[in-house]
């Protein structure tokens, strides 16, 4: 399992692949990926300022979604024909990273 600040870093790095694939993307796909980068830069910034514990099911389900979106974003770095699939699994890390957020934050 990954330490509480995984989730943090794992946001920030993903932000990081999609910005550089919302400059390879053109039209609404460049569009939705630049709106999904800012989302994962401020999930970053708050989850830097929140004491997540990962130890529940709701972290494990944050990570997992994040390294599959990762995973997504890499492959649509090599093949841009692969960019929906990114967005759509970018898409997923971020309401499941949301939903860990908001329980914390309650």
Known sequence: MAD????????????????N??????????????AQQIQLTNLSNQAIALDLDNNTAIYAEAVTALNQATSAADAATT???????????????ISVVTKLLVTLDA
């Open 79 to 93: 093949d841009i024909n692969n960019v929906q699939t990114a967005i759509t699994d970018v898409g997923t890390a």
């Open 4 to 19: 509480s600040h995984a989730v943090a870093g794992m946001l920030a790095a993903l932000a990081s692949r999609v910005n």
């Open 21 to 34: 694939l919302a400059v390879d993307a053109t039209g609404d796909d460049s569009r939705t990926l630049t």
